[in-house]
């Protein structure tokens, strides 16, 4: 009988270990990918019968916890770059501020949730096609021939590179305009509010590709911007909404603080290139899934309002 | 035990107090037991019985409901042929948040052989649907409730739990029945209605209310409490223990590192 607990806000209660596993599993791939694992929390949450509003609330509060202990665990390992970190992070904010808005508009427009359920699949569908290939081919050439890569000016490279206020990023290792995070930091802004994520899925493949920084500093300084923003998001929420459980965080929190630490450990016995493909697959797999779910009937036709 | 006490205390009662117990033609009494259900940090459901006599040749029905709300639901319909969305809402109005009815096993084979006879006794979810308004079109309405049964029966929050009441015969013309009503997991704090019926030749002769008071106690009423009326302090504090768990996974992970 001790193995359930009641919730509070949620108003229903739950088996404890189910729940301290999904913690563990969600904070192992936070550790490992530098995601915050919330687009496929709030999911199962919802599926074992946590209304969808408490179910996104909660979880960021529980991956306040797990970007905690990831970013500790990847500081440790010298991959978080605080300057590239902050710049992006100003820059959400401003895009989640601007986003937030845009859904009011499109609410009022009455087709919110076809527009919020196409870019979903859209975005992963691309970003996670375009990393699988892409990785998939940097194994392959590794394979061929072990010759050092040309550094070859692409024509982004050069537009980038003319931009003002180039600085040094010495964590990763890059020079770059500061309006580049800033910029591509509101970019991820606007999609995760209107997704109503966090964005660390969207986040990695623009470090790793527009931004061009390592993956594991990526990693590291994803869970890093994470942090702040799901602290944000987790008081605005109880403050407006009263959605946060406190006891529902509380148990995934302490399996995903575990998971988190493994997760660092693993990702950094990961090459690069296979981290990448294992994140695409994931991603992809979200992508098909939620597809389904759009194809195939309800089994009940109607749902309570809130969440997505 | 308790059963055999409150038996004895029953007649005694009769006995010495001269309720009119041993005859109760036309009339119903009936206990609830517990009269009020705590949620506490470990609640999982509970049962709740209800008790007492009715005359021999009547059937009983227990009804349990919740307060009667609007709910708004999000309809579901398909875009372009192909996509299944979330298209426009719809309010039912005055729906109980909960609607639990317990029948004897003799009434629930009527119930599934006779269903019309059933739903004339007005119990059945067919005659909560008479009662209900949407704000759907007509056409709609009958779609939307069935569907609407679905979700609040896949809660568990709607359901005909059948042949949970047994009768034990007692006295002349009289006879005890006790009902076993499951309360879901999912509960929520509020004033519920327990109504029970007796049931004779189609109709009801006789019927009696009680109250069940549902509130929460210990750690989630305190969570609720700060939550509800503290928000922003609540949502600080949540982020404070959540960075501090962080942080103390991180701490205890390098100790076990330093140790190698």
């Given amino acids: ?308 | 035990m308790l059963k055999k006490t409150a038996v004895f205390l029953a007649l005694f009662f009769c006995f010495f107090v001269g309720w009119p117990f041993s005859s109760p033609a036309g009339g119903i009494k009936a206990r609830l037991i517990p009269e009020a259900v705590d949620i506490g940090t470990f609640f999982n459901g509970t049962k709740v019985y209800v008790s007492g006599d009715v005359s021999r040749d009547s059937e009983v029905v227990v009804r349990l409901s919740g307060m009667r709300q609007d709910v708004t639901l999000k309809k579901k319909g398909k875009v372009l042929g192909l996509l299944w969305m979330n298209l426009g809402s719809v309010t039912i109005h005055d729906v109980p948040s909960m609607y639990l009815v317990s029948i004897s096993k003799d009434l629930a084979a009527i119930a599934k052989t006779q269903p019309n006879k059933w739903e004339e006794l007005g119990f059945g979810f067919a005659a909560l649907e008479k009662e209900i308004n949407t704000n759907s079109a007509p056409a709609e309405r009958e779609a939307i409730f069935k569907e609407f049964l679905k979700l609040k029966k896949s809660e568990g929050l709607y359901a005909l739990e059948t042949g949970s009441i047994s009768y034990t015969e007692e006295n002349s013309g009289g006879k005890s029945f006790e009902a076993v009503l499951e309360i879901p997991p999912r509960l929520t704090p509020g004033k519920y209605l327990v109504e029970t019926f007796a049931v004779k030749d189609g109709s009801v002769t006789a019927s009696t209310t009680a109250e069940l008071q549902v509130k929460q106690v210990g750690f989630p009423a305190f969570v609720s409490s700060l939550a509800f009326k503290h928000g922003a302090l609540y949502g600080l504090l949540a982020t404070i223990i959540a960075i501090v768990a962080g942080l103390l996974m991180g701490v205890i992970f390098k100790g076990e590192k330093g140790a190698h």
Wanted: hydrophobic share 55%.
């Fill in chain 1, 1 to 308: 009988m001790f193995w359930h607990l009641y919730l509070p806000i949620a108003g229903s209660s739950i088996n404890i270990l189910l729940i301290f596993f999904l913690g563990i599993l969600v904070g192992l791939l936070s550790g490992i990918f530098g995601v915050g694992g919330g687009f496929l929390m709030t999911p199962l949450l919802i599926m074992i019968g946590i209304p969808p509003t408490v179910a996104a609330a909660s979880d960021s509060n529980q991956i306040v916890g797990a970007s905690t202990s990831g970013t500790l665990a990847h500081y440790r390992l010298g991959n978080v770059d605080f300057k590239m970190g902050l710049l992006l992070l100003i820059g959400g904010v401003a895009g989640g501020t601007v986003g937030v808005q845009i859904i009011k508009i499109l609410r009022e427009l009455g087709n919110a949730d076809f527009l919020i359920n196409i870019t979903y699949v859209l975005m992963l569908g691309f970003v996670g096609t375009y990393m699988f290939l892409e990785s998939l081919q940097a194994i392959r050439k590794k394979k061929a021939a072990q010759e050092p890569p040309v550094a070859k000016e692409s024509r982004y490279a050069r537009l980038v590179g003319k931009l003002p206020w180039q600085t040094n990023f010495d964590t990763s290792g890059i020079r770059l305009s500061v309006l580049m995070p800033l910029g591509l930091g509101v970019f991820v802004g606007i999609l995760a509010a209107i997704m109503g994520v966090g964005g660390g899925f969207i986040m990695v493949p623009v470090m790793v590709y527009l931004l061009r920084m390592p993956m594991h500093v990526v990693v590291g300084t994803s869970l890093f911007q994470i942090l702040f923003t799901c602290v944000n998001v987790t008081i605005m929420q109880a403050h407006s909404n009263h959605t946060v459980d406190f006891v529902l965080a509380l148990i995934l929190l302490l399996g995903s603080t575990l998971g988190a630490q493994f997760g660092a450990k693993i990702s950094k016995r990961l090459g690069g290139e296979q981290l990448k493909i294992l994140l695409a697959s994931i991603v992809l797999l979200v992508m098909v899934k939620m597809l389904l779910s759009l194809l195939l009937t309800p089994d009940i036709m109607v749902a309570y309002k809130g969440g997505h």
